[in-house]
């Protein structure tokens, strides 16, 4: 079935394994000092690009590693 963003219905016991693997990797990132967030819209914009065809969920994960974080303004 077409959703809004994604094709569902979805196992919620798999999206909550998802949600676990993507905290582990992103605080993974962070203890290595990889400034990172994890971010819906750009799963969103690459399930619709065709990026990941066979994928029902996609997120997206950005890595930075510059020395101020590009995904907090702190003026």
Do not use: H, W
């Not at 949600?19 to 962070?30: D, Q």
């Not at 994928?55 to 702190?74: E, Q």
């Amino acid at each position: 079935k077409l959703g809004q963003d994604f094709f569902g219905p979805n196992c919620i016991f798999k999206l909550l394994d998802l949600g676990i693997a993507l905290g582990s990797a992103v605080k993974t990132a962070s203890m290595l000092n990889i400034d990172n967030r994890i971010m819906y819209r750009v799963g969103v914009a690459a399930k619709r690009l065709g990026m990941l065809p066979e994928a029902s969920v996609i997120m997206g994960i950005p890595l930075s590693a510059k020395g101020k974080s590009i995904y907090f303004d702190r003026k």
